[in-house]
């Protein structure tokens, strides 16, 4: 039962951190996989591995891992560079998939067509303990700490999250930003000096599960409750990942059905997923509102009914 941590060394955002990460104590060389994937070993539980890739480019690298090693792997975390037009310095978390798209679109970066990978339970409880070391870093208030919305590959099979470095080449290989990282995941799985964080049970108390439905890319709604109530998250499907045409003059004649576009196969995909991470959770729909039209939102809200998908407000969260 084992974490995988992956890395490339084509990035510093990504490499950085893999570096901070190997001068902790207790590494060991490991086996190199088919490709000169390197990897390293840490106790019982924890893998590093350094390709030389771009970081979405190495499809099915957990199951690559247990046919090589004979190794369960229970979660993936891949460290990455963020870009974003902004230019705004970032450390951020999210999941992975395409949900939306179908065969024969294009995927400008990895992936494959109507797949999203697993959302690994720790995002939610990692988020804020990530602004908890960013601050004791003296990060805050230069870099901002968020969650973005489900996008991108590679293709894995197991929970998954990327945590990223952004947004521009002066922040990707900022040296304290590697180091606050590096000290999310060795502390986040318990290798610190306290127990790991975000493991998530079926027998844990708190059962809710947020499934972010709209809004923009860096989920400002969804956010609004997950920092402040620490909520488990599985996707977070922005208004981009949830194509509908537009019915024109007959909106008040629609139906679910009628109203073409992915954005029912991208619900649904992403809710399955979400309920294959958290075994035993109440997963709840979080509409982000204002960022429908009215005609969205009925259609939207009549088929997570359809699907038995609950409806969450803010208070059923806490």
């Known amino acids: 039962m084992v974490t995988l941590v992956v890395a490339t060394t084509c990035d510093p955002a990504s490499i950085n951190p893999a570096k901070a990460l ?25 893998r590093l591995l350094e390709q030389e890739k771009f970081i979405i480019e190495e499809d ?4 690559r891992w247990e ?8 979660e993936v975390i ?12 970032a450390l951020t978390i999210h999941p992975i998939g395409v949900p939306h798209l179908k065969d024969g679109d294009v995927l400008p970066q990895g992936g494959k067509p109507g797949w999203a990978a697993p959302p690994c339970p720790r995002m939610g409880p990692w988020l804020l303990l990530l602004k908890k070391i960013a601050e004791s870093h003296n990060l805050l208030p230069e870099f901002e700490i968020t969650l973005e919305a489900t996008h991108h590959g590679p293709v894995t099979t197991k929970p998954t999250m990327f945590i990223e470095i952004g947004s521009t080449e002066d922040y ?70 949830l194509p509908m045409e537009d019915p024109g003059q007959l909106k008040e004649k629609t ?23 958290f075994p035993g959770g109440e997963i709840l729909a ?4 204002k960022s429908f039209k009215g005609w969205q939102k009925n259609a939207i809200t009549d088929f997570l009914g359809q699907q038995g998908i609950k409806v969450g407000k803010p208070a059923d969260f806490h």
Do not use: C
Not at 24 to 39: A, K, Y
Not at 67 to 74: K, L, P, Q, R, Y
Not at 258 to 272: R, Y
């Open 172 to 241: 990707w290989g900022r040296q304290d930003a590697a180091r606050v990282v590096a000290q999310l995941v060795w502390e986040g799985l318990g290798l610190g000096e306290g127990a790991a964080t975000g493991t998530w049970s079926s027998a844990t108390e708190k059962k809710k599960v947020l499934l972010g439905i709209g809004g923009g890319h860096y989920v400002p709604r969804h956010m609004d409750i997950i920092m402040k109530d620490g909520t488990w998250v599985g996707h977070l499907i922005s208004g981009y990942s």
């Open 255 to 277: 139906t679910t059905d009628s109203i073409g576009g992915t954005w029912k196969q991208a619900i649904k995909v992403a809710f399955d997923a979400t309920k294959a991470a």
């Open 60 to 63: 099915d690298l957990d199951l």
């Open 78 to 89: 891949f460290l990455s560079r963020h870009a974003a037009v902004s230019n705004r310095p």
């Open 286 to 289: 979080h509409l982000d509102h």
């Open 22 to 46: 190997l001068a902790m104590p207790g590494w060991q060389p490991g086996p190199t996989l088919e490709g000169g994937i390197r990897s390293f070993k840490n106790g019982g539980s924890l």
């Open 67 to 74: 046919a090589a090693t004979g190794e369960t792997v229970v």
